[in-house]
């Protein structure tokens, strides 16, 4: 089994930045892919970013304006948000791909989903 935790969300103001980090644990030798969604209340979960775990490799939603990045030493993903705007108001959730072949963009492709953490942009 593969355990993930998000940490880094917050309260900043348009315009401000914030660093999410997503932790991996247990079974982390299985995880393929980290993706980073977002939900905002009432909204479907969107796809945000994806990184694969061994090559770096990205794919980015259109017109993104945030980072993935890992650091495979350490099991750990971060999305690194600048510019940040009100619509970008979110629980922001990481998530593992286990290979499936799935759409990359797609919820359903990822096995595994931390707890989510919250990020709010005042304007």
């Known amino acids: 089994q593969v355990q993930l935790v998000e940490s880094g969300g917050g309260l900043v103001q348009a315009g401000g930045s914030l660093r999410l980090s997503c932790a991996a644990s247990g079974r982390s030798s299985s995880i393929y892919a980290i993706g980073w969604f977002r939900q905002a209340p009432g909204k479907d979960r969107d796809f945000v970013a994806r990184i694969h775990w061994g090559t770096g490799s990205t794919i980015y939603s259109d017109s993104m304006r945030f980072t993935i990045s890992r650091d495979s030493a350490k099991n750990m993903v971060y999305l690194q948000m600048n510019s940040l705007k009100p619509e970008d108001t979110a629980v922001y959730y990481c998530?593992?791909?286990?290979?499936?072949?799935?759409?990359?963009?797609?919820?359903?492709?990822?096995?595994?989903w931390g707890q989510g953490t919250q990020v709010t942009v005042s304007s």
């Open positions: 998530a593992g791909d286990r290979g499936s072949g799935g759409l990359l963009r797609l919820p359903a492709t990822y096995a595994y």
